[in-house]
């Protein structure tokens, strides 16, 4: 009897690991897929010139992204600090390689594809792009990365080292500014205080008018 009830438990153990994995393949395949939706259309973009002033106003715009299933980012561009503000709910599920995604998506939405760091790098899409909020999010070197020439010939030099600085310098920077909620918040003070600078100002003689009309 103990026998048997052993062997259900080893069966049911089983099917729960299989069940798992299958969920996690299920997910990754779903990640790998979605890394891949705007490679197309973003590849035909074409760079233009933008303005130092549009530049400027990219951090009024952003791109809302469901990138997986009740996983949702929102994203926009800072041009004074040349880095990519994110806001989500789940940030152990959003890695670097969703973020280049949304970055791309991004581009494409604004014509800003000049914004996007363009290179060979390949960033590991294992892990999550993890990050406290104010910080810049971490990112793996890949091998595959094509270098700047700060160290290529003369004595003592290295031409096939791979340096962390190298890469990370051609990477697109990505930083995470809090959740969904965060967000709502900052741009509801930004409006507040947009529109109490529009509204019209009274001097003291229109203020003064304004009470003797009230009086009449």
């Known amino acids: 009897m103990m026998e048997i009830f052993l062997y259900k438990l080893r069966e049911k153990n ?78 152990k599920d959003v890695s670097y390689d969703i973020l280049e995604t949304v970055a791309q998506k991004f581009a494409i939405e604004y014509d800003c594809k000049a914004i996007y760091l363009q290179t060979n790098v390949t960033a590991s899409g294992e892990g999550p792009a993890q990050a406290q909020e104010g910080t810049e999010a ?21 031409p096939n080292f ?8 051609q990477m697109n920077h990505f930083r995470y500014r809090g959740k969904l909620s ?10 507040k205080i947009k529109n109490n600078a529009t509204e019209p100002q009274l001097d003291y003689a229109s203020y003064k008018k304004l009470l003797e009309k009230k009086e009449d």
């Open 162 to 169: 791979t340096s962390v600085l190298q890469v990370t310098e």
């Open 14 to 91: 089983r099917q729960s690991d299989v069940n798992e994995s299958s969920d996690e393949e299920e997910e990754e395949d779903e990640t790998e897929s979605y890394c891949h939706k705007y490679e197309d259309v973003f590849e035909a973009l074409s760079v233009r010139d933008i303005s130092k002033e549009e530049l400027l106003q990219l951090n009024t715009k952003i791109v809302r992204e469901e990138v997986a299933p009740n996983v949702e980012v929102i994203l926009t561009f800072d041009k004074v600090t040349e880095t990519f503000w994110y806001y989500t709910d789940k940030l």
């Open 138 to 158: 971490p990112v793996k070197a890949s091998v595959f990365a094509k270098f700047k020439n700060y160290n290529t010939g003369g004595k003592g030099s290295a």
């Open 182 to 191: 965060d967000y709502e918040a900052t741009r509801h003070s930004e409006e």
